[in-house]
């Protein structure tokens, strides 16, 4: 059968910062993909504003370098996909992972294999993808290369790889000097003997397989992924594997539910380096871009209309995280600006628009005509969305997240994580209890011989709700966790996992410094002087376990005596501003979180100071 030798398809998998958008960075500038004046950005993958602030890559991109290996007549297209490295964008991976021929698993020479890294291995594996080891960072002081070699090899046969996937070439690299070599080089130091990308580049013509195709097959392109343009409207990224695609071509679009329409390809693009630019004609083997489809989804096919077969529908593992999202029904809606979306339709339009681009997330209807169950991959990848919604002007009410269960032989099963913890020695105490209040059970332990330790549980995914800011406070913002999807166990009982109580206001009005004076000495408080409050919102955290209505707009009497000390504010404690993630984890089954485009408040379910009294005492006789 024909085979393309002018292209390669390639995915870039890897734990969450081991370097994977600085390699893509490092291939484009080597590549001569910009000009010599050009100015570029670090991590220029990194496109989102939440990407940029937050340091991760969140959707999965497309780029492609042309490569002109040395002494070769032509060059080669290499596509790159850059996927996200946290699980909770796992839809994007395995996305990504249906549009190549092979990945590179890039691993950091001091962390090494991590949770995360587990997760896309495993994937890859499945599809039966071709994998080229990159250790990065192997100029880290802290860099044990030979020891992460094992652990690798120790991860593909814990994935029970074959003998053919394990024996894979590795790569060593610096990719924030772009420097790479096949050479092992001492720990803590660059390769000596390159000094750019080349071996890295040769390395990748040589194991990822180039397109193979037949010259008779019909039409197939598979729809991977969406994008959207002010002038073309929705745009398909699709996969050619057979056949080929040309700019006004009528094409068979076979849809999810097995229904067939004919349609006609208005553009035509292929990707250059970060810019899409139109073309006549894609082959098979190509990564394009389509438009003139408005309704289009993804994992759908175009095919020939002569003879249309669709291929298989891009699958994804199933939720583990829901929450409620619903419309803000504070008594401080629309206060924040006259723009704010605020109406149950424009809501459920913009879940419904999430939808089409994000196939890892499912929203369902709920009791209540303006709340929706949304359902995804972790809490991150709900706590994004809501993130992003917030920024588009809307407000919101999000419960507290909790865990999709399931029912097996007529018992409930909880979705399990798999915890790793690395953190130094002396905190080993403090995890260890953390950990089995949440039903934690470690699996292992390693001392490095560094006053560091790394250590795996197996925990309930509900245990981890609210877990992160205790285990930062514990190990005094020393200790790195990260968890995964490991699998479904019986229901393991009643979780307390936050010990302390909420500081609830018991009336409207705005905060004074006088209140809040005395209030200090009950807990932590998080809002400012001065700021309005509402009946039933949290305006603070109790020391103690249970709740406590309090009056946080109580003024000071007025009185004709004065004392030399008694205006000052100078002993307050300033308040504990909570973002977004914050107040999602700190949230109980009977509160949830207030999001505006311009606060973000923790308040009771049920305002009210009676009726929450009313149901407690109803729960205690029961």
């Known amino acids: 059968m024909p085979i393309r030798h002018d292209i390669r398809n390639v995915a870039i998998v890897a734990h969450v910062d081991h370097g994977k958008t600085t390699l893509v960075d490092a291939m484009l500038k080597q590549a001569g993909a910009f000009a010599a004046h050009q100015h570029v950005d670090d991590r220029v993958m990194d496109t989102g504003d939440l990407e940029r602030e937050k340091g991760i890559t969140i959707l999965a991109k497309n780029t492609a370098v042309r490569y002109h290996p040395k002494g070769a007549a032509s060059s080669v297209v290499i596509n790159i996909i850059d996927t996200p490295g946290h699980a909770d964008f796992g839809g994007e991976v395995e996305r990504g992972l249906s549009m190549v021929d092979a990945v590179v698993l890039l691993v950091d020479a001091s962390e090494g294999p991590l949770p995360q890294t587990r997760f896309v291995l495993r994937k890859a594996l499945q599809a039966r993808l071709p994998v080229i080891l990159c250790v990065n960072k192997t100029d880290r002081s802290d860099a044990r290369i ?10 593909f046969l814990d994935l029970d790889a074959d003998e053919e996937q394990i024996e894979f070439p590795i790569v060593y690299a610096c990719a924030r000097d772009g ?4 050479t092992q080089p001492a720990d803590g130091t660059v390769p000596d003997d390159s000094d750019s990308l080349e071996p890295f580049f ?17 039409l197939q392109a598979h729809v991977t992924n969406l994008d959207a343009d002010n002038f073309l409207g929705r745009i398909a990224l699709c996969r050619i594997r057979q056949g080929s695609l040309r ?14 329409q004919n349609v006609r390809i208005t553009e035509l693009l292929m990707t250059e380096a970060l810019t899409r630019k139109p073309a006549e004609v894609a082959g098979p083997g190509d990564i394009c871009a389509v438009a003139g489809i408005p309704d289009i989804m993804i994992g759908e096919t175009l095919a020939d209309p002569e003879s249309p077969v669709a291929l298989p529908l891009i699958t994804v593992d199933e939720p583990a995280i829901s929450m409620t999202i619903g419309t803000n029904t504070s008594p401080l809606v629309g206060r924040g600006g006259k723009n704010h979306k605020v109406t149950a339709r424009l809501v ?5 628009r999430e939808l089409v681009g994000n196939v890892s997330l499912r929203v369902l209807p709920t009791e209540r005509p303006d709340a929706w169950e949304v359902q995804g991959r972790g809490e991150l990848a709900l706590a994004i969305l809501v993130e992003t919604m917030r920024r588009e002007g809307f407000e919101l009410t999000v419960g507290k997240p909790e865990v999709v269960t399931r ?8 979705p399990v994580e798999r915890m790793t913890i690395d953190a130094p020695e002396e905190h080993l105490g403090a995890i260890t209890q953390l950990m089995a209040g949440r039903k934690g059970r470690m699996e292992t332990m390693t001392n490095h011989g560094s006053g560091w330790v790394r250590m795996e549980f197996l925990v309930p995914s509900r245990g981890l709700i609210g877990f992160r800011t205790e285990f930062l406070t514990e190990t005094r913002g020393t200790g790195i966790a990260h968890s995964i999807f490991e699998r479904h166990e019986p229901w393991a009982g009643e979780l307390r996992t936050r ?26 408080i998080f809002v400012e002087p001065g700021t309005e409050v509402y009946e039933g919102m949290i305006v603070g955290e109790n020391s103690r376990s249970d709740d406590m209505d309090v009056n946080i707009t ?15 504010t100078e002993n307050l404690v300033p308040p504990r501003r909570l973002s977004l993630e914050q107040s999602l984890e700190f949230c109980r089954e009977d509160e949830c979180v207030e999001v505006t485009p311009s606060e973000v408040r923790i308040r009771k379910v049920a305002l009210d100071q009676r009726e929450r009294a009313r149901a407690t005492a109803r729960a205690k006789r029961q």
């Open 407 to 414: 029912t097996v032989d007529g018992s409930v099963h909880e």
């Open 179 to 182: 420097i790479a070599s096949l």
């Open 348 to 352: 459920k339009d913009r879940l419904d």
């Open 554 to 568: 109580k003024e000071k009497k007025l009185t004709n005596m004065r004392a030399a000390a008694s205006d000052t």
């Open 499 to 524: 010990k302390s109580g909420s500081l609830v206001a018991d009336r409207a009005g705005v905060a004074t410094p006088y209140a809040m004076l005395n209030l200090q000495e009950r807990g932590m």
């Open 146 to 155: 030979s020891a992460v070699l094992d652990e690798t090899y120790d991860l």
């Open 202 to 218: 040769t390395t990748l013509l040589e194991t990822v397989p180039a397109p193979v195709y037949d010259e008779d097959a019909p």
């Open 247 to 260: 700019k006004g071509q009528t094409v068979a679009w076979l849809r999810r539910d097995g229904s067939a």
